[in-house]
Each structure stands twice: as C-alpha cells, then as structure tokens.
T-cell receptor, first 114, second 113 residues
Framework: GDSVTQMEGPVTLSEEAFLTINCTYTATGYPSLFWYVQYPGEGLQLLLKATKADDKGSNKGFEATYRKETTSFHLEKGSVQVSDSAVYFCALIRYGGATNKLIFGTGTLLAVQP | DGGITQSPKYLFRKEGQNVTLSCEQNLNHDAMYWYRQDPGQGLRLIYYSQIVNDFQKGDIAEGYSVSREKKESFPLTVTSAQKNPTAFYLC????????????FGPGTRLTVL
C-alpha cells in the first residue's frame, strides 16, 4: 500500500544552520505531496504542497521539490530560526479511487538552539 | 475568521465511560476527518465523512463512532470498547475528498484514568 518514510529525529541544529528533512514515498499513480508542521500542543498546519512532478512548494523560507524519479519530497530551509522548532510531517494523497486518504509519515522533531 | 474548532482542549474520563469530542468547521467544507496521534507516531485515520449523513471507517475505527447530521459538525465518540483511548485527537476538513489539502483543528488531548 501507499506509504511515506521520513528521516528519524530528533534533528538538532543551531540557529541559521541549513535544514534538510528527508521524505520518500511509495504510491501508485500520481500523488499530491504535503509538508505539515505541528508546534507543541497544537494541531497541524499546512506548510507547503506540490501536486505534480517537478513542482516546487515553498512557504516561510521552506522549500520542497516533487521528485518522481527518486520518489522524494525533501524539506529544506537555508537558515533556521528557534521559532522553527516543531514536528514536521510529510504526507501524500493518492489521486483516484473512492478513498483519497491523507497518509502521513511518522514525523521528524526539529529542535533549533540559539 | 474561518477555521476548525475542537473542544475541549483537555478531557479526562474514567475507564469504561463513553466520551464525545466536538469538531466544528465554518469553512463550508464537504469532507471531514478524525485522526488519532500517539507519541512518536504519525496520524492514523479513525473515520471520515465525504458529505452530510455519510461516513466511512478509516484504518482504526474499532471502539469509535461518529455522526454527520450537519455539514459543520462531525463529533467523535470514544466508546468503552476502545482498549487504549488515551491519545491526542485531531479533526480535519477539506473541500472534498480529492487531492486538496486538509485543514486541522487544534486537537483534543483525551486522558482515560
């Protein structure tokens, strides 16, 4: 079945460091891909999305490119801030069929130190 | 402002009691969802509804029940049959059940004592 695999955390970085969180997926067809962020004690917020191959989603300095050849959607940010500390979830929705469910990875905890 | 509200934020219940979690949205979305989140794990789908008066089981529906009598509301009941109900519960909605993103509420943390 469809699945999403994320790098295990926690990822600990110093402020202004470069961030990469790896995400790969397995899906039939052509899924839409998402990154969600969850701050402590809160619900999930959509960070960015991409709906077809080679699309780049971007928001708040974060970017991710839909790579069909490597089935990946890695999240990157050039310079992280303490306020970016959160759990990041990669997810997909597979197009087609009666149940277009959102399938999540297990999440990656990012801790940014001043 | 449009959004999804869940109440209460924290809920405590004794073992063996049923409890209902509220979810309301004013986004005019057709589809609504309930997820369960356990520490260190991703989200797992409990139930979803594509339209009023219709709902489908997700991956972990056992011990839960839902209703969808109004477009805006999708309450979740955690029954005494749910063996391990302590978790963080998240409600979400989307325009439809296609490829569109889902928007999440702030969550309810349920603790069964």
């Amino acid at each position: 079945g469809d699945s999403v695999t994320q790098m295990e955390g926690p990822v600990t970085l110093s402020e202004e460091a470069f961030l990469t969180i790896n995400c790969t997926y397995t899906a039939t067809g052509y899924p839409s891909l998402f990154w969600y962020v969850q701050y402590p004690g809160e619900g999930l917020q959509l960070l960015l999305k991409a709906t077809k191959a080679d699309d780049k989603g971007s928001n708040k300095g974060f970017e991710a490119t839909y790579r069909k050849e490597t089935t990946s959607f890695h999240l990157e940010k050039g310079s992280v801030q303490v306020s970016d500390s959160a759990v990041y979830f990669c997810a997909l929705i597979r197009y087609g069929g009666a149940t277009n469910k959102l399938i999540f990875g297990t999440g990656t905890l990012l801790a940014v130190q001043p | 402002d449009g959004g999804i509200t869940q109440s209460p934020k924290y809920l405590f219940r004794k073992e063996g009691q049923n409890v209902t979690l509220s979810c309301e949205q004013n986004l005019n979305h057709d589809a609504m969802y309930w997820y369960r989140q356990d520490p260190g794990q991703g989200l797992r789908l409990i139930y979803y509804s594509q339209i009023v008066n219709d709902f489908q089981k997700g991956d972990i529906a056992e011990g839960y029940s839902v209703s969808r009598e109004k477009k805006e509301s999708f309450p979740l009941t955690v029954t005494s049959a749910q063996k391990n109900p302590t978790a963080f519960y998240l409600c979400a909605s989307s325009i439809d059940t296609g490829r569109n993103e889902q928007f999440f509420g702030p969550g309810t943390r349920l603790t069964v004592l």
